[in-house]
């Protein structure tokens, strides 16, 4: 028996079922990670050019960050979420500084998930509305609040939790009710104001808008120019929270700080996550002032908010992003993987995205599949998601080197010409 096999062994043993499991057949133990790479028990190599789902954005024990928690950890790991400190504070002006103004207040989170709920009960709060607006193929998270307002049904049907919420199409120019329509964001746009103004529609007025400015598991769908800004005006012109959720494209992935930049729109409520905390759980909700100050003292609480190591790991991370210009590195290097993918795959369904976020939509799961098991063989990580889980998604530390990009790009050409 292989280490890794033991490892695996061990766990299976005793784990509850239902864990997710990644890069099949045999899930890659993880042993070690630096930089882009990930070893297994074994000490093999891997490039993971998915960045443990997007996490990694400054790269995987970026020494800044792991100085910041060594250093963290010898004067303060734990601080109740119900008493201030400095790194709070620290924290927070950061996180405004990269925040699209007029976004100025904060409340923090410690998953994904838990952020989307907290924007969701503010926006109730706020509106005194309960309905919530989402999209098909969204993937807010998986707790009992936020999967209410999953794409997927099925995510729902095994934890026997209702949807609470009205779906939209998601305006996906590929494969959407509108795909070939001149503009399917229009048409999307259409049906939801039709939702929202005409009084017969039925759909209660709601509370918000979640949508991702990019859908990230749903297959990395950039929606049509304008759809975010139309998003916008409806939401003003029905007095509705517009809520993005940039958990997954936020971040420098998309190129951007965050992928509503590409448009120039700014929401009321912002979700952010996964790389922000540099390899470590953090997320928040940055918002407008009018609505973040909502709340009496007391609604928002868990032990482990404000936890001083990822506090401090966030801190260092947006450091990195800022001062390594790995926004502008996303961008360049990510419309280098675009152009040569776009012109060396011409066979594949769908190549897009921006940014070091790409999709390559195949024709089916069973593809897909085959195609991440190819590239694991070759010592190479991507994701896969998409409606009918056929698309493989890239999305790579921000600072992968370019050559390094390329030999993941070769191996990607090599499976799927
Ligand atoms: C866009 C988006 N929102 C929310 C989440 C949920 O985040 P978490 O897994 O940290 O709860 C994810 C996770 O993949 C995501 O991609």
Same mark, same amino acid.
């Given at each position: 028996?292989?280490?890794?096999?033991?490892?695996?062994?061990?766990?299976?043993?005793?784990?509850?079922?239902?864990?997710?499991?990644?890069?099949?057949?045999?899930?890659?133990?993880?042993?070690?990670?630096?930089?882009?790479?990930?070893?297994?028990?074994?000490?093999?190599?891997?490039?993971?050019?998915?960045?443990?789902f997007?996490?990694?954005n !400054? /790269?995987?024990?970026?020494?800044?960050?792991?100085? $910041?928690? %060594? *250093? +963290?950890? =010898? #004067?303060?790991?734990?601080?109740?979420?119900?008493?201030?400190?400095?790194?709070?504070?620290e924290?927070?002006?950061?996180?405004?500084?990269?925040?699209p103004?007029?976004?100025?207040?904060?409340?923090?989170?410690?998953?994904?998930?838990?952020?989307?709920?907290?924007?969701?009960?503010?926006?109730?709060?706020?509106?005194?509305?309960?309905?919530?607006?989402?999209?098909?193929g969204?993937?807010p998270?998986?707790? !009992? /609040?936020?999967?209410?307002?999953?794409?997927?049904? $099925?995510? %729902? *049907? +095994?934890? =026997? #939790?209702?949807?609470?919420?009205?779906?939209?199409?998601?305006?996906?120019p590929?494969?959407?009710?509108?795909?070939?329509?001149?503009?399917?964001?229009?048409?999307?746009?259409?049906?939801?104001?039709?939702?929202?103004?005409d009084?017969?529609?039925?759909?209660?007025?709601?509370?918000?808008?979640?949508?991702?400015?990019?859908q990230g598991n749903?297959?990395?769908?950039?929606?049509?120019?304008?759809?975010?800004?139309?998003?916008?005006?409806?939401?003003?012109?029905?007095?509705?929270?517009?809520?993005?959720?940039?958990?997954?494209?936020?971040?420098?992935?998309?190129?951007?700080?965050?992928?509503?930049?590409?448009e120039?729109?700014?929401?009321?409520?912002m979700?952010?996550?996964?790389?922000?905390?540099g390899?470590?759980?953090?997320?928040?909700?940055?918002?407008?002032?009018?609505?973040?100050t909502?709340?009496?003292?007391?609604?928002?609480?868990?032990?482990?908010?404000?936890?001083?190591?990822?506090?401090?790991?966030?801190?260092a991370?947006?450091?990195?992003?800022?001062?390594e210009?790995?926004?502008?590195?996303?961008?360049?290097?990510?419309?280098?993987a675009?152009?040569?993918?776009?012109?060396?795959?011409?066979g594949?369904?769908?190549?897009?995205?921006?940014?070091?976020?790409?999709?390559l939509?195949l024709?089916?799961?069973?593809?897909?599949?085959?195609?991440?098991?190819a590239?694991?063989?070759?010592?190479?990580?991507?994701?896969?998601?998409?409606?009918?889980g056929?698309?493989?998604?890239?999305?790579?530390?921000?600072?992968?080197?370019?050559?390094?990009?390329?030999?993941?790009?070769?191996?990607?050409?090599?499976?799927?010409?």
């Amino acid at each position: 028996m292989t280490s890794s096999e033991r490892v695996r062994e061990r766990i299976r043993a005793v784990e509850g079922t239902g864990m997710r499991t990644f890069w099949e057949p045999e899930p890659v133990v993880w042993a070690r990670t630096e930089g882009c790479h990930v070893w297994d028990a074994e000490g093999r190599a891997y490039l993971d050019l998915y960045a443990g789902f997007a996490v990694a954005n !400054v /790269g995987y024990c970026h020494p800044r960050v792991t100085e $910041a928690i %060594r *250093e +963290q950890a =010898g #004067v303060m790991t734990h601080c109740p979420s119900a008493a201030p400190s400095e790194m709070r504070a620290e924290l927070y002006e950061r996180l405004l500084g990269i925040a699209p103004p007029p976004l100025d207040r904060v409340l923090l989170a410690i998953t994904g998930a838990m952020a989307n709920e907290t924007a969701v009960q503010l926006a109730r709060a706020a509106t005194g509305r309960r309905s919530v607006v989402t999209f098909s193929g969204a993937y807010p998270g998986r707790t !009992v /609040g936020a999967v209410r307002y999953a794409g997927k049904r $099925a995510y %729902r *049907e +095994q934890f =026997g #939790v209702a949807a609470d919420a009205y779906f939209v199409p998601y305006p996906d120019p590929y494969r959407s009710p509108w795909a070939g329509e001149s503009d399917p964001g229009e048409a999307a746009l259409r049906l939801l104001e039709n939702a929202l103004t005409d009084p017969a529609s039925g759909v209660e007025p709601p509370a918000c808008v979640l949508v991702e400015p990019i859908q990230g598991n749903g297959g990395v769908v950039v929606p049509p120019h304008g759809f975010l800004r139309g998003l916008r005006e409806l939401c003003d012109r029905t007095e509705t929270v517009l809520v993005f959720d940039e958990i997954q494209c936020g971040f420098g992935r998309s190129g951007r700080v965050w992928a509503c930049d590409h448009e120039g729109v700014v929401p009321d409520l912002m979700t952010v996550g996964k790389g922000i905390g540099g390899g470590l759980a953090l997320a928040a909700l940055l918002g407008r002032s009018k609505l973040m100050t909502t709340w009496e003292p007391d609604a928002v609480t868990s032990t482990f908010l404000a936890n001083a190591l990822p506090t401090a790991a966030a801190c260092a991370a947006i450091d990195v992003l800022r001062e390594e210009e790995l926004v502008e590195r996303s961008a360049r290097l990510g419309a280098h993987a675009l152009t040569r993918l776009q012109d060396e795959l011409a066979g594949v369904g769908d190549v897009r995205g921006r940014g070091l976020f790409l999709g390559l939509e195949l024709d089916d799961a069973e593809l897909a599949t085959n195609a991440q098991r190819a590239l694991r063989e070759r010592g190479v990580l991507v994701g896969r998601g998409g409606r009918y889980g056929n698309v493989l998604i890239l999305a790579p530390p921000l600072v992968i080197e370019d050559n390094v990009l390329d030999g993941g790009l070769d191996a990607a050409v090599e499976v799927l010409a």
